[in-house]
């Protein structure tokens, strides 16, 4: 028996699932989030947030409430057992200028950041729906029917899986999951609280013949993420003296105590892409649709990423935009999972913990798509001059879920079209007498014909 309908069901409370249901409650679109875990989880696991997953959580609403208790990442100390042989920085030092307000990545846990994403959920009339497993679905030309554990089921729209690398719903699609699992490659994840160690740098150990640890101080919380290589036959345990006897081994020395074991896993270096992200009325968005190494800390970001431009094109579609323009998430997102797979696997090959301008986000662009018109381009911050001699800032111009449009011009008037803020820039932005943003602050349009501009919205 269904126990009730909605536009879209998300299957997963990850981050991905997180911003996308936040996106859509805003939107007023009726969401469910299922998960099957019992609570919400614990772990700090992905745990850097770059500079465009700020600006997304800033449109969100989130971005104070994350700051407040993020940090950038400290300096590393690399030691060869106990001695001392390298200091540097992962990232380099910047500060926020008109167009990139948020130039550093930081480090917050991810069950923090779920936390702050279910909170804004509650706000819109949003929740999570915890022990809810997905355990089959069917779809026909209407929406999909979704069964749960206890005999549960519930018909939607659109079903959007973010369950994962190890997705049943990408499994039930029967969609390739094309890469490979380094199973020799394996690596021990914790959150512990431990004695001894300084807070103001991430340690990190090498010992020939025994293998690396790191400890990585969590912004904001009390405790360290361990991070472990495991040789071949090592049996990681999920106790505190486990952890207590590795870092000893490691670093050499018994000044480091461990004194609680909050969380732990165990990681196997994956770097796989979907063959597709969408099958009919079923979406694959996140690790789901793409698991990356730890390297350059993309995996969660890139999910982020999925969810944001999806929202806005499901809320579309449910208004009554051709179904046409959800085929656009796949062809714009699907060549920057690529890349960043490419760019995660070129840093972990190199071992190298540096990071630069390009693992932050901010450069990729949808050019070339049909969506892109002659745009494609994140749309920086910065002041911007209106008519009449008042002054604005952009991201102030962007913030919600409506199109942005700059132009001397009123928006086109179309049938059924979009939410349009329109202002009035002293002088063209980008040379364009109208420059049209999207909802996920890219350039849709920028034209100096009116009729180009009504067509791009009639597409939307």
């Known amino acids: 028996m269904t126990e009730n309908t909605t536009d879209v069901l998300v299957v997963g409370a990850g981050p991905t699932g997180l911003t996308l249901a936040v996106d859509l409650a805003r939107r007023g679109v009726r969401c469910r989030v299922v998960e099957r875990a019992a609570g919400p989880a614990n ?65 917050h846990p991810q069950w923090r950041t779920e936390a702050v994403l279910r909170e804004r959920l509650a706000e819109l009339g949003g929740r999570v729906d915890q022990d809810a497993e997905l355990t089959a679905f069917e779809q026909d030309a209407d929406g999909v029917t979704a069964r749960l554990g206890g005999g549960r089921s519930v018909r939607a729209r659109y079903l959007v899986a973010a369950d994962g690398g190890r997705s049943k719903v990408r499994k039930a699609l029967g969609i390739g999951f094309t890469g490979e699992t380094r199973e020799e490659e394996r690596m021990a994840l914790a959150d512990v609280r431990a004695e001894g160690l300084a807070r103001d740098r991430i340690h990190m150990w090498a010992r020939p013949g025994k293998g690396m640890v790191a400890l990585y101080p969590m912004a904001g919380t009390g405790s360290f993420q361990v991070l472990a290589s495991l040789k071949p036959g090592d049996v990681p345990l999920d106790t505190v003296e486990w952890f207590q006897r590795l870092i000893a081994e490691r670093s050499m020395t018994r000044g480091v105590r461990v004194t609680e074991l909050l969380w732990s896993s165990l990681y196997r270096v994956n770097i796989r892409l979907a063959d597709r992200f969408r099958a009919g009325r079923v979406f694959l968005a996140g690790d789901a649709a793409h698991v990356h190494p730890p390297s350059g800390g993309q995996g969660l970001n890139t999910g982020v990423q999925d969810a944001y431009n999806l929202g806005w094109k499901l809320a579309r579609v449910l208004a009554g935009a051709p179904d046409a323009l959800l085929d656009t998430y796949e062809e714009e997102r699907r060549p920057i999972a690529a890349h960043v797979l490419g760019l995660s696997s070129e840093l972990y090959g190199k071992k190298t913990v540096r990071r630069d301008e390009e693992t932050y986000q901010l450069t990729l662009s949808y050019r070339g798509g049909s969506l892109a018109g002659n745009g494609g381009d994140r749309v920086p911050d910065g002041p911007v001059e209106l008519a009449g001699g008042s002054r604005a800032r952009m991201f102030d111009l962007l913030r919600g879920p409506h199109f942005t449009l700059l132009s001397p011009d009123p928006a086109p008037r179309v049938p059924g079209g979009p939410e349009v803020r329109a202002y009035v820039p002293a002088r063209p932005y980008g040379g364009a007498r109208h420059t049209l943003v999207r909802p996920d602050g890219y350039v849709g349009i920028a034209t100096s014909s009116a009729e180009e501009l009504a067509g791009y919205l009639a597409m939307v």
């Not at 500079?51 to 969100?60: G, I, S």
């Not at 910047?94 to 930081?106: E, F, G, L, N, Q």
């Open 43 to 107: 772990g700090s696991k992905g745990k850097g947030l770059q500079p465009r997953t700020q600006e997304v959580f800033d449109d969100l609403g989130v971005v104070d409430r994350i700051l407040a208790s993020a940090a950038p990442y400290p300096p590393v100390l690399v030691r060869v057992g106990p001695v001392p042989v390298w200091r540097m920085r992962m990232h380099k030092p910047a500060r926020p200028t008109d167009a990139v307000p948020y130039p550093m990545v930081v480090m």
